[in-house]
């Protein structure tokens, strides 16, 4: 069932055209992965099916009662409600009804005497709970607290802590948060995993398989989008294409399409090119004019192709101009506090890093992954501990906010002031490898995209050839092409580098060993990232088999303790009864003598009296007999576990 479609939907940006027809259908249950070049109008193609920008002509069809959720990129939530109040307030009829339901009770308990109010408040009360039950309020919080945890808030007080406290990242999690809860028909998420952890990706993803709506996804992200995509909606040239499939089977599909287009295109310009041929010989020809006129007729009327473009691709490569020694790096129980009075970010950190290592640093949003990066850089001092760098170690630092960078500088002035040897013929060169071109060099990097400056930071890391690589987050802001580029530069580098990276694909592809960090440890996996999820899974799976097993003896123990005070309490009881059966005997004995006492045998009260307390007694003891070999059966039974 079709819910959403886009026809002919054309967006331009003054002269310069985004979007061109574009037509588009999403099923009830499509999972669509929305992929392009940057600036190929992904984002403007949400924007106007979300209703926030309009377009210059086309439609954007929605069926009728079908709700939409859209999170634009890097938006957050401004409020000054608690963490808690806030996602609360996505269920606000629930709410409303679960306090009704409270007042209901109240009232029920008040009117007690009066049958007819009863009946009356019972019947709306089993109404307004039916349909709170049907609508998930009774686990309304359940849900909250599972979204939240999954996003990476489980470690903060949300019921205290106001929106307005949060980080930027942290609001546009929350913004996220709030559209997850809402579960509506369709869902658009432009750049979702921007501010995410690898834990909180991993949980998003299992989300977006299990929502049972559509969605739309932008993302540069090859790892997030091959793992619950079901469409690639490709959008380039202007124009939009349809994949049915996986990531991976478009990549492939795409090849396949794009090579049949170029055929199709040098056959259509070579009959194109024989017509026109045709034409010329033939039109001044009183025999053959009227079939040269027809073919130019046909000529006319042919729907021309478009010749298949393919993206200006970035080549680049990185060497390092020394070597190092064999030991690059050596960290001894480094630590680093900004606040002495909040304690450590983190402390007690060992590492050492061997010539020619791909080392990505991976953890938690918060441990302090592009600190620990900026103390190997010098450009913090630890609180605690020291690092020593090897022999000849020269150190290229990526900031992924692209600090270093000069906003007034244009883009040439920026190469060329770190490296101011350099020719002009030389730097616009090295630009051109990063397609920088033509009067792009003359851009200011104030009016750069955050993808144009990741491109320039590069092209100043190629140009510096240090042995030692820094990178905090590089592929953020680089679209898929420039990943893959990066990827291959990397791979062929001879140094040594560390990184930071969100971006599991990348992790996958570049990594020789991942270290996993905390605040106090480095964890170290020889291997990549597949590598890592493996062992990781094998250790979980460890804890909680020793978990288990000591739960297990926990349990035994336990157990043991207890069977061991039930038959204390049997054997107590046992001896109890034994104790009462003597007793009950004695009294009989002494009651039976009475009965033969001549004095009292001629007294008929007297005897009436002695055998109805004779007969209770007896009565008495075959209770406690029976009571007795009970006890004794179950001190029996409970003795053979022991």
């Keep these: 069932m079709i819910i959403l ?9 003054g002269v310069t055209p985004i979007l061109t027809k574009v037509c588009l259908q999403v099923q009830a249950k499509d999972k669509i992965g929305v992929v392009g070049p940057n600036g190929a109008g992904k984002s403007t193609l949400l924007k106007i099916i979300a209703g926030k920008l309009p377009a210059d002509s086309g439609e954007v069809q929605i069926t009728k009662g079908k709700v939409l959720c859209y999170l634009a990129q890097d938006s957050g939530l401004d409020s000054r409600l608690t963490i808690w109040d806030e996602m609360l307030s996505v269920f606000a009829t629930l709410h409303e009804q679960e306090q009704r339901l409270r007042q209901l009770e109240i009232e029920m308990g008040k009117c007690t005497d009066d049958p007819e109010a009863l009946e009356s408040i019972m019947a709306e009360y089993s109404e307004l709970q039916e349909a709170f039950e049907r609508s998930g309020g009774h686990k309304l919080e359940a849900d909250i607290r599972n979204v939240l945890a999954g996003l990476g808030f489980s470690d903060i007080n949300y019921k205290e802590m106001t929106i307005n406290q949060c980080s930027g990242g942290q609001k546009t999690r929350l913004a996220l948060a709030k559209i997850l809860l809402s579960q509506p028909d369709i869902i658009l998420l432009d750049e979702p995993t921007n501010y995410l952890d690898i834990d909180a990706l991993t949980w998003l993803e299992q989300f977006i398989k299990d929502f049972p709506g559509a969605l739309m ?12 995509i079901n469409v690639v909606y490709e959008i380039d040239n202007n124009k939009g294409t349809a994949y049915p499939g996986t990531y991976h089977y478009y990549l492939s599909t795409k090849e396949q399409r794009l090579l049949e287009q170029e055929q199709l295109y040098l056959k259509q310009h070579e009959e194109i090119a024989k017509t026109q041929e045709f034409i010329q010989k033939n039109i001044a020809r009183a025999s053959t004019s009227a079939r040269a006129k027809s073919r130019r007729k046909q000529l006319e009327n042919m729907e021309l192709l478009d010749s298949p473009t393919k993206q200006n691709e970035t080549f680049f490569s990185f060497r390092a101009k020394k070597r190092t020694g064999n030991i690059v790096l050596d960290i001894k129980n480094l630590g680093i506090t900004f606040d002495s009075s909040a304690g450590y970010l983190f402390v007690g950190l060992n590492l050492q890093i061997e010539r020619g290592e791909r080392i ?26 020291e690092i020593t760098h090897g022999s000849n170690v020269q150190i290229g630092y990526y900031d992924q906010e692209q600090a270093d960078l000069t906003k007034t500088n244009t883009v040439f002035e920026e190469v060329h002031d770190d490296f101011p040897h350099m020719t002009r013929t030389e730097i616009r060169s090295a630009l051109a490898q990063f397609l920088f071109v033509g009067e792009d060099v003359d851009k200011h990097i104030s009016s750069l995209s955050g993808g144009e400056k990741a491109r320039v930071t590069l092209t100043k890391l190629m140009l510096a050839q240090d042995n030692l690589l820094l990178l905090d987050e590089p592929t953020n802001h680089l679209d898929i092409p420039a990943k893959e580029a990066l990827e291959q530069a990397l791979l062929s580098y001879d140094g040594t580098m560390i990184f930071i990276s969100h971006d599991r694909y990348f992790l996958n592809q570049i990594a020789t060993r991942v270290i996993y960090m905390t605040r106090d440890k480095l964890k170290s996996y020889l291997g990549n990232y597949d590598y890592y999820l493996e062992k990781n899974h094998q250790e979980k799976q460890q804890l909680e088999e020793t978990k288990q097993k000591t739960a297990q003896q926990k349990e035994t123990h336990e157990e043991l303790k207890r069977r061991r005070n039930l038959e204390r309490q049997l054997q107590k009881q046992y001896d109890s009864f034994e104790a009462d059966i003597q007793t009950t005997e004695v009294e009989i004995e002494d009651l039976e003598k009475q009965l033969c006492n001549p004095e009292i045998f001629d007294n008929h009260v007297e005897v009436a009296k002695l055998q109805e307390e004779l007969s209770n007694k007896q009565f008495e003891l075959d209770t406690l007999m029976e009571k007795w070999e009970q006890a004794a059966l179950e001190l029996e039974k409970q003795r053979t576990y022991l």
């Design 5 to 13: 479609q886009t026809i002919n939907i054309s967006k331009s940006y």
């Design 217 to 228: 996804v932008v993302s540069h992200d090859r790892y997030f989008l091959d793992s619950f």
């Design 360 to 385: 990505a640093i991976i953890g938690p949003n918060g441990t302090g992954k592009s600190t620990l990066l900026k103390l190997i850089a010098e450009q913090l001092k630890p609180t605690a501990g």
